[in-house]
């Protein structure tokens, strides 16, 4: 299901610190309780592209934001795009009643459609009076283009795949790098896809970051605020297409809708501090949720309480984001492995060795 976990394998495992906010138990978005990831990987064939039949460099990545019902018990959630060149189906409904009531999943961009069907289907067998004499749904998938290295035209992501990474989803360590939605993406020129961690903020929340990395160029890398992309000049792949990046931040603070869009904005800040630019073809989307809360989808009484973090107290809460987004861009990278794809297309790892040189200043 998925590459073992690995803390040498990491931001931290090298020396590298980002923020000054320590990490959870974990360093990963499943550090606040109740979240959880599963990956299904689909890896197959070599060799010269045949549409239809591979080779497969590809996969599926599924959240479970809370434990419970989501749909009679939503999560307060907020969105931010910062470029839209790309999809992110059930984005317009969480944007406007700002409640997430569904799982999540990363994918790539043609299989956006058959994940969310599968999702649907889950939610139907759970719920029989949805679309009947309750409202319908459209749960949240993201994608990014793993084409480079993928048969993206054979829809290898099967509904199968879906709710086998639904099965799969746990607390704990996640995998990271070429693993399920990641296994064929590219980050900055360098092997790249799924990242993750997290902080813990002087109030006691914690804040926690999962993501699909798929977008940048060599030249634009910064580790830590060091231009080492510049500096390593050779393990270019011969193809590279525009990528993206799809973001989930979780937190236990009690934030509304209003202001997990703008948790999104300051974890979007922090993919940034890596080197981003918001390229013309990248899709660079982020959605938020709150645990802290949960809104009844059909309250008994018209008025119920939440309670919120006060936007005057609610700095630290946006600077762990930011450093937790940035830390989990580095971790997709460090985490992965050379990946050969299609038409014998191959993405290096970043070395490690040369990485580590760099940031202690010897070129």
């Not at 459609?113 to 949805?130: F, R, S, T, Y």
């Not at 360098?190 to 109030?203: L, V």
Request: glycine residues 12%; charged residues 20%.
């Amino acid at each position: 299901m998925g590459k073992k976990y690995d803390k040498k394998q990491r931001s931290r495992g090298l020396g590298v610190i980002i923020g000054r906010y320590p990490s959870g138990r974990y360093n990963a978005i499943t550090d606040v309780k109740g979240v959880k990831v599963g990956h299904v990987t689909i890896k197959s064939g070599s060799g010269r592209l045949r549409p239809g039949r591979g080779p497969v460099r590809t996969g599926v990545t599924a959240i479970i934001p809370a434990p419970g019902d989501l749909w009679k018990s939503k999560l307060p959630a907020g969105s931010f795009v910062l470029n839209g060149n790309g999809e992110a189906m059930g984005l317009m409904w969480l944007a406007e009643s700002g409640v997430l009531e569904t799982p999540l999943a990363f994918t790539n961009t043609l299989s956006v459609g058959v994940v969310q069907k599968a999702l649907v289907d889950m939610m139907l067998e759970k719920h029989p009076k949805i679309g009947v004499s309750d409202d319908t749904l459209t749960p949240v998938v993201l994608e990014c283009d793993d084409s480079t290295l993928n048969d993206i035209r054979g829809q290898h992501v099967k509904a199968a795949h879906v709710r086998a990474a639904m099965k799969a989803a746990a607390s704990g360590p996640v995998a990271e790098g070429a693993v399920g939605a990641g296994t064929g993406m590219t980050t900055y020129e360098f092997k790249g896809g799924i990242g993750t961690a997290s902080r813990r903020t002087p109030g006691g929340f914690t804040v926690g970051v999962l993501l699909n990395s798929n977008h940048g160029k060599r030249h634009l890398l910064r580790v830590n605020g060091a231009a080492v992309g510049a500096k390593i000049k050779d393990l270019l792949p011969k193809e590279r297409k525009d990528g993206s990046i799809t973001v989930v931040v979780a937190t236990d603070a009690p934030l509304d809708a209003r202001q997990l869009s703008r948790l999104a904005r300051r974890a979007m800040l922090g993919v940034c501090r890596t080197g981003a630019i918001a390229a013309n073809g990248s899709g660079d989307v982020c959605v938020a949720f709150s645990t802290a809360n949960r809104i009844p989808h059909y309250p008994k009484k018209p008025v119920f309480k939440m309670t919120l973090l006060s936007d005057f107290h609610i700095d630290p809460v946006f600077e762990a984001a930011a450093d937790a987004a940035e830390e989990a861009v580095i971790n997709s990278m460090l985490a992965a492995e050379t990946v050969v794809g299609r038409d014998g297309n191959t993405v290096y790892a970043l070395p490690h060795d040369r990485l580590k040189a760099l940031l202690a200043g010897k070129d």
